[in-house]
């Protein structure tokens, strides 16, 4: 079996909006569907020529469990093309992409869409266990007075809800508890982290203002949902440390340096990718922006290194590759907080992690601020979990054109201790 | 060992003893201490300070090699300087808060009681305690003057005279933490604390005292009973053999009511008295013995450690191996033919775990992932694995069979260990093929509790393979000896005449119940007579007519025959119910046909007395002796080792042989002699102890 290069034809995606706003009527798969349409509209791709379809989402709705199939369908793929979810955590549109990308480098297709969709707005809110079980039961029922017994049987805490959060099940630990744990126990500042988070906000803005993100986004519009929406309703221009220094710890609150400003939040949307092999290129007539060259995929203990994904994903990429950080010009790395992407930078340049965790001579290098997420991140512009990776692909993409580079590495840590990192070349 | 740097107005105070893993404090550290606390006093910019480590142990402990060079007067001095040292933080203006991560024992958990505030984190690394009872000694810096004063009386009765762990969320309940938090804000905390208490913010725990409840506890009829009921608990214990949860005792009794200074003085003179005490300098070397057995004397010949274990047969002790073995990271796979076994198997080894999480020692997590460790399978068919330990019935040709089997399909690199009481490992290991790496591994009952594993080796048994056994046994927590094959082995060995001179006094017409009582308070935890219904008469009756009581029998004495004619009754012990004495309803009663076993007209009419007692006491010790002189033991010191932690040797002697060191081998032959005349010569004296008092030779150096 030959291995085929895999190509970056274009990506597009929704509007991000902080949850319960903008797609607060929407369903996770409407946003999916919006961003297909989108991207099949501006590349000229016809309904059947997607041969393959991988979304990643992380919040499930049973409705739609595979909302890949149901995003594809309605965002105007043909029922012919086989469609599959995955989930990864925050890593999910990552995990799509990277699966969508060896189906083109085995040969098993020459034309994908890859990325991912989230709706945290409507999470599924679950009745107690004890209640499932009872509700499992009138499946059976056959007559009212199984009914009237199942009435009977009720009590007042059956109806309270199990609302979901963001802990690690084995561990039991909210992430935002872990990360600050981990701000304390690697000593990043709460003035870092504002500065960190603030640049964030500012460069975002200055991005849509030089109309680079607007290129990246779709106009979203269901009539009698909301208006139309065009932009990041998480970017806040006049974001200043300074005014993020004013605000509460969100997490430990006596202790803490996390505030609301200086972690992502909870954001709805849709990130797609389209990827093709040559023959794919020419068979369909596009045009790639770049290559995609490898990727690798790593996993820590989460109940210690929960959030070092980039920390370890990196330098296992970039040996593999056989190339150096200073081979790469462009870095587009997840920002789940200020904090853990701070501590995952400082412990690439820390010797004492080089040598104990990486097993290397000293330490692994640094990423200079000048080629990192230069057009804000998930900060500011927000983090749908299971669309994310794919917005990163995109903007590294987009970036290697305009800033007129080579090579950019996108990586990201998720919820189970995972991490994952892809190496980009434009053409 | 202590370092100040200022951060923010508050002065932090590292712990960090110098190359090593460990902070221990010592007296030199107690004094570089002192110029600390000036320098916090006189500089006005320092608001408090906190007491911090950054190693994975807040203060692990005193270091006692340097006590036990000190005169009584010594004692005194150090005691009393430590103590004004401790005073002069307790009295500061300025507030000082002990940080607390990881153990923080003895001296430490003293240290932070006479801080003002504490901060302790909520790892499951982090525990307090005062274990010195378990040396022989009380907590000598103000452990007795004012742990009583933050939890209460009973409370600290439990803990000093135990010398029991306190885990982080027991601190908690108690009241101990101003700050319970995550081990990455305790510094932060801690720094806190310090500015809180100084501006009046916070009000500490310390400052509040006891609830009403427990301080009438501290006086008057209260007092005196709380105090009685601890003293009749360690009576029961101890029957009085130790001397230091008497005087810790004493301690509180003395103290509520009294002044500090009255208090402390108290304490010095208590701890200078047990610290010169025989019982604490004999703890204190078995402390040293267990921490030198921790390491494994064959590690240069450890290669490919094992990390996946089978254990055949899935009964008692096959269940209890597993347990302790998934308990401590080895993989297992648990075979037996009845798969009501494997599953009741599984069952004890997850109701052991759940405790555990119960005691938040392991996450529920970790309790799902060590319980998936345990593989069941039933059959007895070889399967892939490390290491074998077969737990099978103690049945020569089985094992053989058995063994046969599984040593023609493991790799030849494979430990195979036999895990019994008393059959010839030799004989199994001839059967096997590669019976190089042959050995037993002899777990005490219940195998979960029972600090010993007795190794034993064959003429053919590599260094390799004993490399194996050490290491799964002391990643299992096991205290390890390794003794040379032979009748009984060590232990076995030495066990069987005092249980056999056990039913001689039985068939003299001693009352069993006061056999038991009188070796019990020879400081043996059981009494034989107990001991033996517990072990299974069966088990005793198949080791006498095995090859120690063929060995025995060759000597010239005989094993009593009343432990046959039990067993065909079907009177096995407690687990039928009847033996030497009857179990109805959680109460024990001498068996009533007992007597008839021993003749028509038996009765048990004579109490035993320290004769009895003699006679038990030195036909062991004579028996380790043999097991010397015959190379069954390498050297005396895993004798003493063995009895102690395998059977309950009294620990207070130091073990059989320094016993016998420390009463003069001339006496002991002496003893053995008047014995010999007065009953049987099977207290003739072992030959190696004649040979050691003719040629002068010493058991130990002092």
């Known amino acids: 079996m030959d291995i085929k290069e895999v190509y970056f034809v274009d990506g597009i995606r929704t509007p991000f909006q902080k949850a319960g706003t903008g797609y607060r009527n929407l369903m996770s798969y409407q946003l999916g569907a919006n961003a297909i349409q989108a991207v099949m509209q501006k590349n000229n791709i016809e309904e059947k020529e997607f041969e393959q379809v991988c979304l990643g989402t992380v919040i499930h709705q049973t409705q739609t469990s595979n909302v890949a199939r149901e995003a594809a369908l309605t965002g105007g793929v043909t029922s012919f093309t086989p469609c599959h979810t995955v989930s990864q955590a925050c890593i999910s549109a990552n995990a799509a992409i990277a699966s969508m990308s060896d189906v083109i480098r085995l040969g098993r297709a020459d034309l994908t869409l890859a990325g991912g969709t989230d709706s945290v707005s409507d999470i599924p809110i679950q009745f107690p266990r004890e209640m499932r079980q009872k509700l499992f039961q009138t499946r059976s029922f056959k007559s009212s007075g199984d009914y009237a017994k199942f009435l009977l049987k009720l009590r007042p805490g059956d109806f309270k809800p199990e609302i979901p959060d963001i802990a690690e099940f084995t561990t039991g630990t909210v992430m935002g508890m872990d990360c600050e744990r981990s701000a304390a126990k690697y000593d990043i500042t709460r003035e870092e982290q504002d500065e960190y988070a603030a640049r964030s906000q500012q460069l975002a803005a200055k991005a849509w203002e030089d109309g680079y993100l607007k290129e990246e986004v779709t106009g979203v519009f269901y009539p009698g949902a909301s208006d139309e929406i065009t932009f990041d309703n998480g970017v806040r221009k006049g974001t200043t440390k300074e005014k993020l220094q004013k605000l509460n710890p969100a997490f430990e609150k006596k202790y803490g340096t996390l505030t609301a400003g200086n972690s992502s939040f909870l954001t709805d949307g849709a990130a797609v990718s389209v990827l093709a092999s040559e023959e794919g290129l020419k068979k369909y007539e596009l045009k790639p922006k770049a290559k995609i060259i490898d990727h690798v995929f790593t996993a820590r203990n989460p109940g210690e290194e929960l959030l070092l994904g980039p920390a370890y994903s990196i330098p296992k990429l970039l040996n593999k590759c056989k190339l150096t950080l200073d081979d790469i010009d462009v870095f587009e790395i997840h920002e789940a907080f200020a904090a853990q992407i701070l501590y995952n930078l400082k412990l690439l340049k820390s010797k004492k992690f080089g040598k104990n965790k990486l097993g290397l001579d000293g330490a692994f290098g640094e990423i200079p601020m000048e080629k990192l997420n230069l057009w804000g991140g998930s900060l500011s512009i927000g983090h749908p979990f299971g669309a994310t990776g794919s917005r990163i692909l995109n903007t590294a993409v987009h970036r290697l054109h305009i800033e007129n580079k080579k090579y950019a590495v996108i990586a990201a840590c998720a919820a189970g201790g995972h991490g994952h990192a892809m190496l980009i070349e434009r053409v | ?702």
């Not at chain 2, 006692?64 to 005073?87: P, Q």
């Open chain 2, 1 to 702: 060992m202590f370092k100040l740097q200022i951060e923010n107005n508050v002065g932090i105070i590292k712990l960090n003893k110098e190359g090593s893993d460990h902070n221990t404090i010592s007296m030199d550290d107690l004094d570089s201490m002192v110029e600390l606390l000036d320098t916090i006093e006189k500089d006005n910019s320092i608001e408090g300070a906190v007491f911090y480590s950054e190693k994975k142990d807040f203060l692990a402990g005193a270091d006692i090699k340097k006590f036990l060079e000190m005169s009584e007067e010594e004692t005194r001095k150090v005691g009393k300087t430590g103590h004004s040292l401790f005073n002069r933080i307790e009295d500061s203006q300025k507030p000082f808060v002990a940080v607390i991560h990881g153990a923080c024992m003895g001296g430490g958990t003293e240290l932070a009681l006479a801080c003002h505030g504490l901060v302790i984190t909520d790892s499951s690394k982090t525990k307090l305690g005062l274990p010195e009872v378990k040396l022989g000694l009380l907590p000598g810096l103000g452990g007795t003057v004012r742990l009583y004063k933050r939890i209460g009386l009973p409370n600290a009765l439990d803990y000093i005279l135990t010398g029991k762990n306190m885990y982080a969320s027991k601190a908690k309940k108690f009241g101990l933490a101003d700050v319970f938090v995550d081990e990455n804000f305790r510094l932060k905390a801690g720094i806190q604390l310090v500015k809180d208490i100084a501006s009046g913010k916070h009000i500490t725990k310390k400052s509040k005292g006891l609830s009403v409840k427990d301080k009438a506890l501290l006086f008057g009829p209260f007092k005196s009973f709380v105090i009685s009921k601890a003293k009749d608990n360690v009576m029961a214990k101890t029957q009085g053999n130790y001397p230091a949860p008497l005087e810790i005792l004493k301690c509180l009794e003395h103290h509520p009511g009294k002044s500090r200074e009255e208090a402390i003085k108290r304490e010095i003179e208590g701890f200078t008295k047990l610290l010169h005490s025989p019982e604490a300098r004999q703890l204190i070397r078995l402390f040293f013995l267990m921490n030198s057995y921790k390491k494994n004397p064959y590690s240069e010949d450890l290669s490919d450690a094992p990390e996946h274990l089978s254990v055949l047969g899935a009964g008692l002790m096959g269940n209890g191996i597993s347990t302790v073995s998934i308990d401590n990271g080895y993989k297992v796979t648990l075979l037996d033919l009845s798969d009501d076994a494997l599953k009741n198997a599984k069952k004890n080894t997850s109701e052991y775990l759940e405790n555990k999480v119960k005691r938040k020692q392991i996450s529920r997590s970790d309790y799902q992932k060590l319980l998936n460790d345990l593989q069941l399978i039933e059959s007895d068919e070889p399967v892939k694995s490390d290491a074998l330990i077969e737990a099978v019935f103690e049945d020569l040709e089985l094992k053989q069979k058995i063994l046969k089997k599984w040593s023609e399909k493991l790799d030849a690199s494979a430990l195979i260990a036999t895990n019994t009481s008393a059959l010839p490992v030799s004989e199994i290991a001839e059967v096997c093929t590669n019976p190089e790496r042959v050995l037993g591994m002899h777990y005490f009952s219940p195998v979960e509790k029972m600090p010993l594993l007795e190794i034993i080796k064959t003429d053919k048994t590599s260094k390799t393979a004993l490399a194996k056994a050490y290491d799964i046994g002391l990643n299992q927590s096991k205290v390890c000896i390794d003794v040379s094959d032979g009748p009984g082995f060590y232990t076995t060995r030495i066990l069987a005449p005092m249980l056999n001179e056990a039913m001689i006094a039985l068939s003299e017409g001693y009352e069993p119940q006061s056999i038991d009582r009188i070796m019990k308070k020879r400081g043996f935890p059981v009494g034989p007579i107990t001991l033996i219904d517990e072990i299974g008469i069966d088990v005793g009756a198949h080791i006498n007519r095995g090859a120690l009581g063929k060995m025995f029998k060759e000597r010239g004495a005989n094993s009593h025959p009343v432990m046959g004619i039990m067993e065909d009754k079907g009177w096995l012990g407690k687990k039928s119910g009847k033996g030497f004495y009857v179990y109805e309803d959680k109460k024990k009663s001498v068996n009533p046909d007992l007597a008839n076993l021993f003749g028509d007209d038996h009765s048990f009419d004579k109490k035993a007395d320290s004769e009895v007692a003699d006679r038990l006491m030195m036909i062991m010790i004579n028996e380790s002796f043999y097991c010397l002189q015959e190379d069954i033991l390498k050297d005396a010191e895993s004798g003493d080792v063995g009895a102690i932690f395998g059977l309950g040797f009294p620990a207070f002697t130091g073990g059989p042989f320094m016993y016998t060191h420390k009463k003069g081998i001339e006496n002991i032959i002496d003893l053995l002699n008047t014995l010999k005349d007065k009953f049987h010569n099977r207290f003739e004296p072992a030959q190696i102890l004649i040979d050691y008092k003719e040629k002068g030779k010493e058991i130990y150096k002092d």
